[in-house]
């Protein structure tokens, strides 16, 4: 599955537990809406039981493919055998999915890569943002500023808790805190814009200047910047 000799393809394995949006996130980062044709399947309960391979349809990630990983915490996909039975050794990346609370399995598999004799890159995404401030700007009557500024903080703190608890080598990890259809609108604008063009190098300030005029959008921008820098650095 993963064969490629050239090493001109980033693999990408989008992971974490059940119901966290992974499916949704690749899609998101293909610039492709859950209907379309081609995109990966999402739903409220396990939708994904077998990883699932994407190649890249944005004209910014033309040599990602993204790969779906089944969701932990089910019946059949315990917590403790999650990083060895999905093989999650052999990817080039990881990016570890995260929505209500930090669970067991996102620090295994943080950890686990990080013991590997040559390290996995992570990135720690927290999804539904939206969803998120639209219920703390209820539940604590703030203003919608207010629950994201609430939010960004509390993620940080929570986070940086649960990997010192675990002596996790980097307690001050960066999370990615995103919404998946902010990070579509992203990837979407940006591809519309290089679309006529060929072999365009997108760079950060472009990624940049196209998540700051998209509405809502907390840490998208920075989420692709980091993808695509840590591609480069890897390869190098």
Not at 41 to 46: A, D, L, P, S
Not at 121 to 133: A, G
Not at 135 to 149: D, G, I, N, Q
Request: net charge positive.
């Amino acid at each position: 599955m993963l064969e490629d000799p050239s090493n001109s393809f980033y693999h990408f394995a989008v992971a974490g537990h059940a119901g966290t949006g992974k499916s949704s996130l690749v899609n998101a980062l293909r610039g492709c809406k859950d209907m379309d044709k081609g995109a990966a399947k999402v739903g409220i309960n396990e939708t994904t039981m077998d990883i699932k391979r994407y190649p890249d349809r944005s004209s910014i990630f033309q040599n990602f493919v993204w790969y779906d990983i089944p969701g932990a915490g089910t019946q059949a996909n315990r917590w403790w055998q999650y990083f060895t039975d999905k093989g999650l050794f052999i990817f080039d990346f990881i990016i570890v999915c995260w929505k209500d609370r930090i669970m067991e399995t996102d620090i295994q598999i943080l950890t686990s890569c990080e013991k590997m004799e040559v390290p996995i890159p992570t990135f720690l995404v927290r999804t539904n943002s939206q969803t998120h401030i639209y219920f703390l700007k209820l539940s604590e009557e703030m203003t919608k500023e207010e629950a994201k500024k609430k939010l960004i903080k509390e993620t940080s703190e929570t986070v940086k808790k649960n990997l010192q608890a675990c002596n996790y080598n980097d307690p001050n990890k960066k999370v990615y805190i995103i919404d998946r259809y902010i990070l579509g609108k992203v990837v979407s604008d940006l591809t519309e814009k290089f679309r006529s063009e060929k072999d365009i190098i997108v760079t950060e300030k472009d990624i940049r200047e196209i998540a700051k005029n998209v509405k809502g959008a907390i840490d998208e921008g920075d989420l692709l910047i980091g993808l695509l820098r840590t591609a480069k650095e890897r390869r190098c």
